[in-house]
Antibody
Framework: EVQLVESGGGLVQPGGSLRLSCSVSEFTLSDYGMHWVRQAPGKGLEYVSAISNDGTRIYYGVSVRGRFTISRDISKNTLYLQMSSLRTEDTAIYYC????????????WGQGTLVTVSS | QSALTQPASVSGSPGQSITISCTGTSSDVGGYKYVSWYQQHPGKVPKLMIYDVTNRPSGISDRFSGSKSGNTASLTISGLQAEDEADYYCSSYTNSGTLYVFGTGTTVTVL
């Protein structure tokens, strides 16, 4: 069964850093585009970052550009999101999502990990 | 990149049909076939309902259908049921630096 399991969330002070991980099983990261999507409490969905299936193309949302870095380790079947210079407005549930290349088929989502930025 | 525009709420009685609109621009919805729709119940993970404008993933009821005209995509729910009460989000590929963009979200209420 395809699974995506996020970890690494927690409470961090403004200006701090955090690294999220997304461990995947029953598929290979090199076969899918991978995305981080977040949802602030009571708010809508927002695309944060993406990496193409071949790893050559990386994208960031305007609100996180220059502060967040997406990466992956194929051998560990793990996707990462390094977050730095965190702001209170980064408080959200962060979901790891896979997408079939050349489609808009975001078919599997992780359960999400909560990041709280507060002093 | 601005979010795609959806109505804040749509309601209908059981058995009726409702349509949720998703308006963008020629840089996203109007320019590509990569529109998808997600259903989210409170406290739950979003679920893919429609992808590539009209395609339903395996296991999704045929009561859900998608379409697009110009810069506006639509999700239609036929034979509305109590379990359809949820938030719905559209999403589109965009030629901006973010790759994809979500809609503002629509709360569907079954009267």
């Amino acid at each position: 069964e395809v699974q995506l399991v996020e970890s690494g969330g927690g409470l961090v002070q403004p200006g701090g850093s955090l690294r999220l991980s997304c461990s995947v099983s029953e598929f290979t990261l090199s076969d899918y585009g991978m995305h981080w999507v977040r949802q602030a409490p009571g708010k809508g969905l927002e695309y944060v970052s993406a990496i193409s299936n071949d790893g050559t193309r990386i994208y960031y949302g305007v609100s996180v550009r220059g502060r967040f870095t997406i990466s992956r380790d194929i051998s560990k079947n793990t996707l990462y999101l390094q977050m730095s210079s965190l702001r209170t407005e980064d408080t959200a549930i962060y979901y790891c999502v896979r997408r079939l290349p050349n489609t808009s088929k975001f078919d599997y989502w992780g359960q999400g990990t909560l990041v709280t930025v507060s002093s | 990149q601005s979010a795609l525009t959806q109505p804040a709420s749509v309601s209908g009685s059981p058995g009726q049909s409702i349509t949720i609109s998703c308006t963008g621009t020629s840089s996203d919805v109007g320019g590509y076939k990569y529109v998808s729709w997600y259903q989210q119940h409170p406290g739950k993970v979003p679920k893919l309902m429609i992808y590539d404008v009209t395609n339903r993933p395996s296991g999704i009821s045929d009561r859900f259908s998608g379409s697009k005209s110009g810069n506006t995509a639509s999700l239609t729910i036929s034979g509305l049921q109590a379990e359809d009460e949820a938030d719905y989000y559209c999403s589109s590929y965009t030629n901006s630096g973010t790759l994809y963009v979500f809609g503002t979200g629509t709360t569907v209420t079954v009267l």
